[in-house]
């Protein structure tokens, strides 16, 4: 008999959890081995903390309903696939109603049926059996003399002996930054609010006034959460206008919103159409020969492939394919030569770029496989050229730039209403190409096919293709935060309250290159936010810290986090640059494809996994949700640490 404990169950927990038991049900000629699984967590298991179904039910996911599942199917090669419904198999009852954006709740609601099937199906194995804690483990200890055993201290006093330990603990509380702990010593003067880094749920905005304005740090996910919990969550509600959009009706109890962020505008919203989940979108240039070709001439020179040399020109091709074939499809007048051009000239781009990195050619005296790095996404003078030739007006060609960063370069000196008519332009434009879809919107079918190009793209980190340096400095540096500023917004039914509240007059705005700084006194402290391009500070007695705390154990503020670390059970990830010099990571040192920890001497642990957001030093996009039928990385991890569990039984 086996104790594994599973540390954490939210839905990675319950995806090792489902394998665990899948696994051990299907040893087909011999008896299988005898687990007792142990899931921790203080919170339900399945839901965990994020997902837990005690939240308010207006708080939306940013994924579809067809986007979800925890169960490993045909796609992932895993054995005894198929145990159970993805999300949209089951909001397809009638009980449990879905939606293209679902609220937290009801995903909880999904993850929690989820657990309780797999927990039927242990009980009938009898040779799986599922022990609940709800606590948190606040250390591990490896006494001498235990046979190897690691032993649990849990924070109702307990204490559990066990043989494997997985974990899955997800997002983790971090340590305030030197600036925020001055937001945070500002807040202890009276009349003054700082309200740090929170899940949205459990964020105390009763503390904030009505008819006050109240100061975002940040723009993303997070605080559309909370502007829904500060509106309709204080008594206000929408209706719709005769023209669809809608009408905000304030109960007076609501403060002033004042997001703010660095670009000084949101993600963009994600588009919504009657195919939505989106098909996957047929990539033409970023696709698996290309790469493969790449890499097997950067191996042949004992090398791996760089991101922005060897990768990024393929991504950008496609980006401009997508751009200008659905701009074709619903501006046709945008052009005074056939489109046509422009795939030939992609397609000839990309032949030349694949032969001269792969070392087939040579462009302008350049050895092949060296480019200059930097942040690629300003068109070249070819192709340049290219879009003059081929559209009626330079205002149609694609700026990735500004795509991503609207507001540079624009002044908003002049009056104060000026930069709210921008904004409200700036989201009225983005909804309705949100509403068209990839089919009727150039910038949504960019959406679509970076999407497209990330999904492959954490394939080529998993299998080990992209160099460790190029990874952290280029994909982490510049390219993640590129695709989020894209791809990762809210759903378009966020942005369309977010007009009518600012035409409700409860929604102001700074404008980009957010400062916020302090100013204290008895009686007199207040935070102040400045923007360059702006000449109106703004200032409120509350700020409310709406950007997700910062993945990175090295900074984690969690008890068992910090404790491995400081034995030495774990140690945090790093990459060696060509100077000689350690560049600390985010994640944590982990071996093999099933993820086993290593500890501070370089050993690693054998009965030890790391499943979750910190993979973060060797995968990409760790907090998207599993897709069904799309060969999911989370669920083929699963898989992996699972079936290493259940082969060191046997």
Request: proline share 8%; hydrophobic share 40%; with cysteine.
């Given at each position: 008999?086996?104790?594994?404990?599973?540390?954490?169950?939210?839905?990675?927990?319950?995806?090792?959890?489902?394998?665990?038991?899948?696994?051990?049900?299907?040893?087909?000629?011999?008896?299988?081995?005898?687990?007792?699984?142990?899931?921790?967590?203080?919170f339900?298991?399945?839901a965990?903390?994020?997902?837990?179904?005690?939240?308010?039910?207006?708080?939306?996911m940013?994924?579809?309903?067809?986007?979800?599942?925890?169960?490993?199917?045909?796609?992932?090669?895993?054995?005894?696939?198929?145990?159970?419904?993805?999300?949209?198999?089951?909001?397809?009852?009638?009980?449990?109603?879905?939606?293209?954006?679902?609220s937290?709740?009801?995903?909880?609601?999904?993850?929690?049926?989820?657990?309780?099937?797999?927990?039927s199906?242990?009980?009938?194995?009898?040779?799986?059996?599922?022990?609940?804690?709800?606590?948190?483990?606040?250390?591990i200890?490896?006494?001498?003399?235990?046979?190897?055993?690691?032993?649990?201290?849990?924070?109702?006093?307990?204490?559990?002996?066990?043989?494997?330990?997985?974990?899955?603990?997800?997002?983790?509380?971090?340590?305030?930054?030197?600036?925020?702990?001055?937001?945070?010593?500002?807040?202890?003067?009276?009349?003054?609010?700082?309200l740090?880094?929170?899940?949205p749920?459990?964020?105390?905005?009763?503390?904030?006034?009505?008819?006050?304005?109240?100061?975002?740090?940040?723009?993303?996910?997070?605080?559309?959460?909370?502007?829904?919990?500060?509106?309709?969550?204080?008594?206000?509600?929408?209706?719709?206008?005769?023209?669809?959009?809608?009408k905000?009706?304030?109960?007076?109890?609501?403060?002033?919103?004042?997001?703010?962020?660095?670009?000084?505008v949101?993600?963009?919203?994600?588009?919504?159409?009657?195919?939505?989940?989106?098909?996957?979108?047929?990539?033409?240039?970023?696709?698996?020969?290309?790469?493969?070709?790449?890499?097997?001439?950067?191996?042949?020179?004992?090398?791996?492939?760089?991101?922005?040399?060897?990768?990024?020109?393929?991504?950008?091709?496609?980006?401009?394919?997508?751009?200008?074939?659905?701009?074709?499809?619903?501006?046709?007048?945008?052009?005074?030569?056939d489109?046509?051009?422009?795939?030939?000239?992609?397609?000839?781009?990309?032949?030349?770029?694949?032969?001269?990195?792969?070392?087939?050619?040579?462009?302008?005296?350049?050895?092949?496989g060296?480019?200059?790095?930097?942040?690629?996404?300003?068109?070249?003078?070819?192709?340049?050229?290219?879009?003059?030739?081929?559209?009626?007006?330079?205002?149609?060609?694609?700026?990735?730039?500004?795509?991503?960063?609207?507001?540079?370069?624009?002044?908003?000196?002049?009056?104060?209403?000026?930069?709210?008519?921008?904004?409200?332009?700036?989201?009225?434009?983005?909804?309705?190409?949100?509403?068209?879809?990839?089919?009727?919107?150039?910038g949504?079918?960019?959406?679509?096919?970076?999407?497209?190009?990330?999904?492959?793209?954490?394939?080529?980190?998993?299998?080990?293709?992209?160099?460790?340096?190029?990874?952290?400095?280029?994909?982490?540096?510049?390219?993640e935060?590129?695709?989020?500023?894209?791809?990762?917004?809210?759903?378009?039914?966020?942005?369309?309250?977010?007009?009518?509240?600012?035409?409700?007059?409860?929604?102001?705005?700074?404008?980009?290159?957010?400062?916020?700084?302090?100013?204290?006194?008895?009686?007199?402290?207040?935070?102040v936010?400045?923007?360059?391009?702006?000449?109106?500070?703004?200032?409120?007695?509350?700020?409310?810290?709406?950007?997700?705390?910062?993945?990175?154990?090295?900074?984690?503020?969690?008890?068992?986090?910090?404790?491995?670390?400081?034995?030495?059970?774990?140690?945090?990830?790093?990459?060696?640059?060509?100077?000689?010099?350690?560049?600390?990571?985010?994640?944590?040192?982990?071996?093999?494809?099933?993820?086993?920890?290593v500890?501070?001497?370089?050993?690693?642990?054998?009965?030890?996994?790391?499943?979750?957001?910190?993979?973060?030093?060797?995968q990409?996009?760790?907090?998207?949700?599993?897709?069904?039928?799309?060969?999911?990385?989370?669920?083929?991890?699963?898989?992996?640490?699972?079936?290493?569990?259940?082969?060191?039984?046997?």
């Amino acid at each position: 008999m086996a104790d594994i404990a599973i540390i954490g169950m939210g839905p990675r927990g319950l995806t090792v959890l489902e394998r665990l038991v899948a696994l051990s049900c299907a040893q087909p000629d011999e008896a299988p081995p005898r687990l007792h699984i142990h899931v921790i967590d203080p919170f339900p298991p399945g839901a965990g903390r994020v997902w837990r179904t005690d939240q308010s039910p207006s708080l939306l996911m940013n994924t579809t309903a067809a986007e979800q599942t925890v169960f490993a199917d045909d796609s992932c090669g895993a054995p005894n696939p198929n145990q159970g419904p993805s999300m949209a198999e089951w909001s397809s009852d009638p009980r449990s109603p879905g939606s293209y954006f679902p609220s937290r709740v009801e995903y909880g609601r999904y993850l929690r049926d989820s657990y309780q099937r797999i927990a039927s199906r242990a009980e009938g194995s009898q040779a799986t059996r599922i022990i609940e804690h709800q606590a948190r483990v606040t250390d591990i200890a490896e006494p001498d003399g235990t046979d190897g055993q690691q032993v649990l201290r849990l924070s109702d006093g307990s204490r559990l002996a066990v043989d494997f330990t997985v974990l899955c603990v997800g997002h983790i509380e971090a340590r305030l930054t030197d600036e925020r702990r001055s937001y945070a010593e500002l807040s202890r003067e009276p009349g003054v609010e700082y309200l740090p880094p929170c899940l949205p749920a459990e964020t105390p905005v009763n503390r904030l006034k009505p008819g006050e304005p109240v100061i975002f740090r940040g723009f993303g996910l997070n605080y559309f959460d909370l502007q829904d919990l500060l509106t309709t969550g204080r008594g206000g509600r929408f209706t719709q206008n005769p023209d669809g959009t809608l009408k905000y009706h304030s109960s007076g109890l609501e403060p002033v919103l004042v997001p703010s962020s660095r670009r000084g505008v949101p993600y963009r919203c994600k588009p919504i159409t009657q195919a939505h989940p989106l098909s996957e979108w047929q990539l033409r240039y970023f696709i698996p020969e290309n790469i493969r070709n790449l890499a097997q001439a950067q191996a042949a020179e004992g090398q791996k492939l760089s991101f922005n040399d060897h990768l990024w020109p393929l991504i950008l091709a496609d980006i401009r394919s997508a751009w200008y074939r659905t701009l074709y499809r619903v501006r046709p007048e945008a052009f005074r030569a056939d489109p046509v051009h422009m795939h030939d000239a992609l397609t000839h781009f990309v032949t030349e770029h694949i032969g001269v990195r792969a070392g087939r050619t040579e462009k302008g005296g350049r050895a092949a496989g060296t480019s200059p790095a930097g942040l690629l996404t300003q068109a070249s003078p070819n192709w340049v050229a290219v879009e003059q030739r081929v559209l009626a007006d330079p205002g149609f060609a694609l700026d990735l730039h500004r795509l991503l960063r609207p507001m540079e370069g624009v002044d908003f000196a002049e009056p104060d209403s000026d930069l709210r008519e921008w904004m409200l332009k700036f989201l009225r434009r983005d909804l309705a190409a949100a509403q068209a879809g990839p089919s009727g919107s150039p910038g949504k079918a960019v959406f679509a096919a970076l999407w497209a190009a990330r999904n492959l793209l954490k394939t080529v980190v998993v299998d080990g293709l992209l160099d460790p340096l190029s990874f952290t400095s280029e994909v982490r540096g510049w390219f993640e935060g590129f695709v989020s500023g894209i791809c990762d917004g809210p759903p378009p039914q966020r942005f369309a309250e977010l007009i009518a509240l600012t035409e409700a007059g409860l929604v102001d705005f700074v404008g980009p290159g957010v400062q916020i700084k302090t100013v204290g006194g008895p009686g007199r402290g207040h935070f102040v936010a400045t923007s360059p391009a702006v000449d109106r500070p703004i200032r409120a007695t509350a700020l409310v810290d709406a950007s997700t705390p910062a993945n990175n154990v090295r900074f984690a503020d969690d008890e068992l986090m910090n404790s491995m670390l400081d034995r030495g059970q774990v140690r945090p990830a790093v990459v060696t640059t060509p100077m000689g010099v350690d560049m600390p990571l985010t994640g944590l040192d982990v071996d093999g494809p099933s993820y086993r920890t290593v500890t501070a001497d370089g050993t690693v642990h054998p009965r030890r996994f790391a499943f979750s957001i910190q993979l973060s030093a060797v995968q990409l996009g760790l907090a998207i949700a599993a897709n069904p039928n799309s060969r999911a990385q989370s669920l083929i991890d699963a898989n992996t640490i699972a079936q290493a569990i259940i082969d060191d039984l046997t």
